[in-house]
């Protein structure tokens, strides 16, 4: 069965300071791992996401996270953090039961400080 | 913009009273998703469609229903409704067929039972 850990609930950067959230996974095939944020009051938007290509992914207002499969990670980053950036971050993996549906894991809320 | 709406965006019930949630689509995609978003648990899968009339549970599909009878369509139904219940709920759809198609998220439903 697939499943991430999100390491920390929150994370406070400073403004211009670099963006690390980390994301663990669990799968006993290859996996296919997906970063999403959301806004307050929104839903759910995509970031980026690996499909077994490339091992560094870039996605949307800069950020990127990397594969590693030697230590079961997906670790998203943005050098320089901007206030906009405060949202709550979700890392996820792809089910290949029947269902095909994404396993998200609990979170990760970003706080900006100025 | 997946072309996905919710309705209702925020609904205030009493326990025990049904209550119905819609999801509309207008790309016509075969996968459709219902989740429900709680503080410390990340998003948890209801239920899902694969197609007209082609339904499944979820990991929380206790207390809950659905209905699909038209593409576009996916109705979430809280038979008697629980103050466990309250949650915010997203409908998610899925482009395609291969499994690394991104999952579209809706706005969100916010529902308060009482």
């Known amino acids: 069965a697939q499943s991430v850990t999100q390491l920390g609930s929150h994370v406070s950067v400073s403004e211009g300071a670099l963006v690390l959230l980390r994301c663990n996974y669990s799968?006993?095939?290859?996996?296919?791992l997906f970063w999403y944020v959301q806004y307050p009051n929104q839903g759910l938007q995509l970031l980026l996401k690996?499909?077994?290509?490339?091992?560094l992914v870039k996605g949307i207002n800069g950020f990127e996270a990397e594969f590693k499969k030697s230590e079961t990670s997906f670790h998203l980053t943005k050098p320089s953090a901007h206030m906009s950036d405060a949202a709550e971050y979700f890392c996820?993996?792809?089910?290949?039961?029947?269902?095909?549906?994404?396993?998200f894991g609990k979170g990760t809320r970003l706080h900006i400080l100025p | 913009d997946a072309g996905i709406t919710q309705s209702p965006r925020h609904k205030v019930t009493e326990t025990g009273t049904p209550v119905t949630l819609r999801c509309h689509q207008t790309?016509?995609?075969?996968?459709m998703y219902w989740y429900r978003q709680d503080p410390g648990h990340g998003l948890r899968l209801i239920h899902y469609?694969?197609?007209?009339?082609?339904?499944d549970k979820g990991e929380v599909s206790d207390g809950y229903s659905v209905s699909r009878s038209k593409t576009e369509d996916f109705l979430l139904t809280l038979e008697s409704a629980t103050s466990s219940q309250t949650s915010v709920y997203f409908c998610?759809?899925?482009?395609?067929?291969?499994?690394?198609?991104?999952?579209?998220f809706g706005p969100g439903t916010r529902l308060t039972v009482l």
């Open positions: 790309e016509n995609h075969r996968y």
């Open positions: 469609s694969y197609g007209v009339k082609d339904t």
């Open positions: 998610a759809i899925r482009p395609g067929v291969s499994g690394t198609d991104t999952q579209y």
């Open positions: 690996y499909t077994s290509a490339a091992t």
């Open positions: 799968s006993s095939v290859p996996p296919y």
């Open positions: 996820a993996v792809k089910s290949f039961n029947r269902d095909d549906k994404i396993i």
